[in-house]
């Protein structure tokens, strides 16, 4: 198992920037997948970007539409999420997840995802 903790959340003026990190203890952080999903009231968890054990292989969800990167140091153990030009609809909690297993090399889907951070809040206002 592998614990993970967020920060960096905030509030944000729209067209405004945040990066928001998490650090990862426990099991060995750079052999597994590392995803950001978001939850915004009353709505479903949704995949918002994921990267590769070797930062080689990237993925985001169609609404980031190039407005957000996902990196990661492995010596550092922390995954960032570097988010520009916010929209109000952007407002959400924001979770860091490890892939269940080293296999999982890139995925979109909860269900590959096995350990969360507690997430932290970002709000874009208007």
């Known amino acids: 198992q592998v614990q993970l903790v967020e920060s960096g959340g905030g509030v944000v003026q729209t067209g405004g920037s945040l990066t928001v990190s998490c650090a990862a203890s426990g099991r060995t952080f750079s052999r597994y997948c590392m995803g950001w999903f978001r939850q915004a009231p009353g709505k479903e968890r949704e995949f918002v970007a994921a990267?590769?054990?070797?930062?080689?292989?990237?993925n985001y969800g169609e609404f980031v539409k190039g407005r957000f990167t996902i990196s990661r140091d492995n010596a550092k153990n922390t995954v960032y999420l570097q988010m520009n030009s916010l929209k109000p609809e952007d407002t959400a909690v924001y979770y860091c997840?490890?892939?269940?297993?080293?296999?999982?090399?890139?995925?979109?889907?909860?269900?590959?995802?096995?350990?969360w951070g507690q997430g932290t809040q970002v709000t874009v206002s208007s």
């Open positions: 997840a490890a892939g269940r297993t080293p296999r999982t090399i890139m995925s979109n889907s909860i269900a590959d995802f096995g350990s």
């Open positions: 990267i590769s054990w070797s930062s080689g292989i990237t």
